[in-house]
């Protein structure tokens, strides 16, 4: 019994070798894998999430500021038209100027 079990420690120390290896690699070739992802996504050129975030940031302010613009705009709009309606009623209201009296003619 004790050459069997002599022989079962030797396999499992072997596959605990084995275990650990493989782990081993693992690591290995996850940090290869990631860093030809890496080297990959920078000669692609991309924007980081942050430098993302930040421009995303600059549009919807920019955006706000043109809604807001344009509703002023039409405001503005809005009272040129109403304050050109009552100058065309007045010009419309004035009595035409009478012709002059006809003068008589010199001896």
């Known amino acids: 019994m004790q050459t069997n079990n002599r022989l079962l420690d030797d396999l499992a120390k ?3 070798g084995a275990v650990s290896t493989l782990v081993g690699v693992k690591s290995e070739v996850e940090a290869s ?3 030809q992802l ?5 000669d692609m050129d991309l924007v980081t999430r942050d430098e993302f975030e930040a421009i ?3 549009a919807v ?3 706000a500021e043109q809604e807001r613009l344009q509703t002023r705009i039409a ?9 050109a309606k ?3 009623r007045t010009r419309a209201s004035k ?3 009478k012709p002059a009296a006809a003068k008589p003619a010199k001896k």
């Open 38 to 42: 890496e080297r990959l996504l920078v």
């Open 95 to 97: 009595p035409k100027a």
């Open 86 to 88: 009552p100058n065309a």
């Open 56 to 58: 995303r940031e600059v």
């Open 61 to 63: 302010t920019a955006r």
């Open 75 to 83: 405001a503005l709009e809005a009272t040129l038209a109403n304050q």
């Open 14 to 16: 072997v596959a605990n």
């Open 33 to 35: 894998i990631r860093q």
